[in-house]
């Protein structure tokens, strides 16, 4: 959620009763032998580690590279204390400011072989061309950098408990003036992203929905043909639950039904608005405390919550620290001795608490 201009767009129905039931899904024994492989991979809905028992992702979005304090310091041993198994890592290929410290390949390595020391499952992504509406710049300006002999040998050195995350909310489907083109652009983008990818890595590729990671129904209209053209069949759908104004909950019921691997890779606690040209952080309240503007549709981050651990959905907090947004950081300073009451809640929380419901894996 960090450094963007949030754009949103009318609401679609109404979120105020959270408990709805969902279909019943078939949940698959662990897999059998002769489906083993040497990375993280899915089956159905659901991701499997490499001696095929099955993963729930239960995370934390790291965002080291706008920490500015990174490679000396990168708070993954704070962390660490919550419990969480999985660590959403922000990266750019160009960052584009001179000032910051300098940060290389190396560095990267170096984090990723930590993550693998703590049992944490790194989620690498490339946040370059976040809420950006063009999605053919995939292909012209992040594969590149995914399939450079450098950046690969790193992913392969860790390609064992590593799942890529191509790119941070790339491009529209409904903020668009025709959707149905706009999803035929963003179907053959990844599809041809996918070939080129595979051509180097079999570990599980994440995609991110389009309209800033929102509109998931975009998976229950094309994630079995992406799935289908994917060699590996190793995808996993990514929607960021930023939901004050748009209803997603219909479209993850189908999602569940439909049997795709989807996961969250952002929730907050705060959303941001964009008005008259600047952004608003935290602007609506997911959180039910009304400080500030409540969502039209009854969406709290808590009640979504308590649905994804019922339906063994992955997810990822936004964020440790530092976003501009200081109520929607886990850490005050990003040291686990300062959880903010929102941090608190996401770690230590009885129901849904990173403490309670996030196992780590075994590499």
């Known amino acids: 959620m960090d450094r963007r201009e949030f754009l949103a767009w009318a609401g679609i129905g109404s979120l105020a009763n959270l408990s709805l039931s969902f279909a019943a899904t078939a949940r698959p024994s662990n897999p059998k032998k002769s489906d083993r492989n040497t990375t993280l991979y899915t089956k159905g809905r659901y991701l499997y580690d490499s001696l095929g028992n099955k993963v729930i992702l239960r995370g934390i979005n790291l965002p080291l590279l706008d ?56 989620v690498l992504g490339l946040w370059d061309l976040t809420c950006n509406p063009d999605v053919k710049l995939l292909n012209t300006q992040l594969i590149p950098w995914w399939t450079s002999e450098p950046v690969l040998n790193v992913l392969k050195k860790h390609q064992k408990y590593l799942i890529v995350n191509l790119a941070n909310e790339l ?48 998976f229950a209209k094309i994630g079995k043909e992406l799935i289908a053209h994917d060699p590996d069949h ?30 969250f890779g952002e929730i907050a606690n705060k959303q941001d608005e964009e008005i008259e040209g600047k952004t608003q952080y935290g602007y609506y309240d997911l959180d039910g405390s009304d400080q500030n503007h409540a969502p039209e549709n009854g ?26 947004c200081t109520e929607r950081q886990m850490s005050e300073n990003g040291n686990f001795s300062s959880l903010t009451p929102y941090g608190n ?12 419901t996030a196992q780590r894996a075994k590499f």
């Open 171 to 218: 491009g529209f489907y409904h903020w668009t003036n025709n959707s149905t083109s706009a999803l035929n652009t963003f179907n053959n983008v990844y599809k041809t992203a996918i070939t080129k990818i595979r051509q180097h890595l079999h570990l599980p590729i994440m995609i991110d929905a389009p309209d800033c990671g929102q509109s998931i129904e975009v």
């Open 299 to 324: 969406f709290t981050y808590q009640a979504f919550l308590q649905i994804l651990k019922e339906q063994e959905i992955g997810w990822f907090a936004w964020s440790w620290w530092k976003d501009n």
């Open 345 to 356: 809640d996401l770690v230590n929380n009885s129901v849904y608490g990173l403490k309670v």
């Open 67 to 122: 920490d500015w304090d990174f490679p000396q310091t990168d708070k993954l041993a704070e962390l660490e204390k919550t419990g969480a198994n999985a660590v959403r890592i922000q990266w750019y290929k160009d960052y584009g400011q001179r000032d910051r410290p300098a940060y290389e390949i190396a560095d990267l390595d170096n984090f990723l072989t930590r993550c693998k020391a703590s049992q944490i499952i790194p």
């Open 234 to 263: 190793n995808l996993l759908f990514s929607g960021h639950a930023y939901w004050a104004g748009y209803n997603g909950i219909p479209h993850l019921e189908t999602a569940i039904n439909a049997n795709l691997p989807i996961v």
